[in-house]
């Protein structure tokens, strides 16, 4: 018994196990070998707590970093990816130094830095924001109480008053140090100093007289007073509590799973168990501490492992709510998109010469500069040497008339280094940097590597790599849809040649190889036609009425005189918000030509739709003044033998942003 008492006692519930103690719904009196409660579900699954929810009025969500991951915030202690173990590039002490308030105050740069990486608007929500969401607008929900700061649950629909951020978040924003502290200072104004890097926030602490930082709570800071507040109020009237995506090791947020009743049924969605009753305890507090999961003391506990956003799509199909759900995030993530970039359109981009190729440091900062961005190369400008206006007016026209254009694609051409090899190989990659959606994710770099047929009756091979392109730091992080191959490189302009990617690195999980390489946007011609195609797929007249039409977007080479064991065609694509596999607003293909004929090719999806799933593309042939204005096209018929539909299609090299 004392050992129960201790471990009660660390959980904040001393005396439960006295003399009239409840312990938030504990009957007077208990120990470990009374028998449980009824049990308070029909089963201890999903479909137990799918019938729980259809009841349920007063839902309680408990909410931490878990639900916002696949959004692409990182959670905080997840080995490898989470948040504390990515933070050595700002030198701090500790990791927990990031959100202490007296580390903050000595020396802000590192938070204002991640800042900037993790603001609002720049993620869209999640589909377990949404199942949230779902559960307000059919008068489920009492309360969503979350550890997360990104303000998510906001963007995705849920009313204000539903949400409880127990750590702040970027909503508000006030002066903490100085003459002024305590002062409020608007959201708006907050972002744009954030993002604007070192000089933006720099210039807003000397306008306020001290540090503003945004009301997220920090380490050796009071929870906000609602919390507490609407807590005492909440607890007593819940009849479910789904905990989701939270490792329960920060207090007092962890101890809320024991506020609810005893007869209150929880059900925890995390990728693994977390604040488990040890067996020899469990009797004597799984009532007012610690989940249950298994054995003779179950009575309310549900564990739902793996993926949130499974769960909640799980969930949803229990209730036959899938179909509500599915609608929602498309709606939603559309809007959202839509809002991006519209906000990106008027975001000026700052533009940052960089010293020719033989430079070892970083070139002096323009005067006036918010930020790096676009890394613009000027050959004969020096490290240490002063920018001329001339200089940095090529500068401005370059990244300009990129920017005009939306887009660098085509065939990349360069040389690949690997670790341990003293030989480099010509390196070849068909790629898209899209700077017109780099707001509008999940894709703004695409692109598709092959090899050649050398004989052997192996090949060609297609590997479609998709990423992204941050115009404001210039890099491109692009992947295999399997993870396995990884490109890392940083984009520069230069008035004299075409765009380069530099400072690459490449690994390949599969084979244990990895290295550099460097490679140049190679001018599009007649005789290799590449870059980024645009057009439409139109089914045939008597298909119109129930096949729809399908936009294209490829970066795709189509080659007049192909090199022996040489496909001419390939490429890759993908289609936006695509309805036809739920939980992928995004479905890949490759385009893999024929190496004995130059007039057809296939389109071949990436996981996760089924290989079976295929489209043939015959009679390819050139045309002049295509639909998007680009000077050449391709146009010629499709056919999906499986869905037994067909038609024609025409798409041309794009020379604008209409991406």
């Known amino acids: 018994m004392d050992q129960i008492e201790a471990m009660l006692a660390q959980l904040g519930l001393e005396g439960v196990l006295g003399d009239g103690g409840t312990g938030g719904g504990g009957e007077p009196g208990e120990d470990e070998d009374a028998p449980p409660p009824p049990a308070a579900l029909t089963s201890f699954d999903l479909d137990g707590l799918a019938a729980k929810i259809e009841t349920a009025t007063n839902i309680i969500v408990m909410a931490g970093a878990g639900i916002s991951v696949s959004a692409g915030i990182p959670d905080f202690r997840t080995p490898g990816t989470g948040l504390y173990d990515n933070l050595q590039k700002y030198n701090l002490p500790s990791p927990e130094a990031m959100f202490t308030i007296d580390y903050f105050v000595d020396n802000p740069e590192p938070f204002y830095s991640l800042a900037k990486e993790l603001y609002p608007g720049q993620f869209s929500p999640t589909p377990t924001h949404y199942f949230c969401r779902l559960l307000a607008e059919k008068g489920k929900l009492l309360r969503m109480y979350t550890q997360n700061i990104d303000s998510l649950e906001t963007l995705a629909g ?76 909440d607890f007593p009237q819940c009849d479910l509590l789904l905990v989701m995506g939270t490792s329960l090791n920060v207090q007092p947020f962890a101890s809320l799973i024991h506020k609810v009743m005893h007869d209150v049924p929880r059900s925890l969605w995390n990728r693994e168990m977390v604040a488990v009753c040890a067996e020899d305890t469990a009797a004597a507090i799984s009532r007012v501490g610690g989940f249950v999961f298994d054995g003779d003391q179950q009575y309310r506990d549900v564990f739902c492992g793996g993926n949130c956003d499974e769960t909640a799509r799980a969930t949803a199909e229990k209730l036959g709510w899938l179909e509500e759900l599915d609608k929602v995030i498309a709606v939603e993530s559309a809007r959202f998109r839509s809002e991006s970039a519209a906000t990106a359109a008027t975001t000026a981009t700052t533009v940052v010469p960089v010293p020719g190729p033989d430079a070892t440091a970083a070139p002096p900062a323009l005067a006036g500069a918010a930020a790096p961005a676009l890394r613009v190369t000027s050959g004969g400008v020096g490290v240490g040497e002063d920018y001329t206006n001339e200089e940095v007016a090529d500068a401005k026209d370059v990244v300009a008339e990129f920017i005009s254009v939306g887009h660098a694609s085509g065939l990349w051409q360069g040389v690949l280094n690997t670790d341990g090899c003293d030989d480099a190989d010509d390196f070849e990659i068909l790629l898209s940097l899209m700077c017109s959606r780099v707001a509008q994710g999940p894709v703004s770099a695409f692109g598709c590597r092959t090899t050649t ?26 992947s295999s849809c399997d993870g396995q191959v990884v490109f890392t490189g940083y984009l520069e302009l230069c008035a004299a040649s075409n765009p380069t990617l530099s ?41 119109a009425h129930e096949v729809p039409l399908n936009p294209i977007k490829w970066c795709l080479v189509h080659r007049s005189n192909p090199a022996p064991g040489q496909p001419a065609m390939y490429g890759v694509g993908f289609f936006d918000d695509a309805g036809d596999v739920p939980g992928n607003p995004v479905l890949f293909y490759t385009l893999q030509g024929s190496c004995e004929s130059g007039d057809q090719f ?58």
């Not at 998007?628 to 033998?641: M, R």
Request: proline fraction near 6%.
């Open 602 to 659: 296939l389109k071949v999806y990436e996981p996760p739709v089924p290989a079976i799933l295929t489209v043939a593309y015959t009679g390819v042939k050139r045309a002049a003044d295509g639909p998007a204005g680009g000077g050449i096209a391709l146009v010629g018929a499709w056919s999906n033998s499986l869905e037994g539909t067909t038609g024609t299609f025409v798409a041309s090299l794009a020379n604008s942003a209409t991406l």
């Open 158 to 233: 849920l009313p204000s008053d539903k949400v409880v951020a127990a750590h702040g978040n970027f909503d508000t924003a006030k002066v903490i140090t100085g003459p002024n502290a305590g002062t409020a200072v608007d959201v708006r104004e907050v972002r744009s100093a954030i993002l604007g890097g070192k000089p933006g926030w720099e210039e807003m602490v000397k306008k306020y007289g001290g540090l503003v930082k945004p009301d997220i709570v920090f380490f050796g800071e009071a929870l906000p007073p609602r919390f507490g507040q609407l807590m005492a109020q």
């Open 503 to 543: 400072g690459g690195n490449w690994r390949d999980d599969a084979s244990g190889a990895s290295g550099t390489f460097t490679c140049t946007l190679a001018s599009s011609s007649a005789e290799n036609a590449a870059g980024l195609w645009l057009g439409e797929a139109a089914p045939d007249a008597a298909l």
């Open 453 to 478: 047929n050398d004989g052997d009756g192996v090949g060609p091979t297609y590997t479609a790599l998709h990423g992204t392109f941050d115009v404001n730091s210039s890099k491109v992080q692009l």
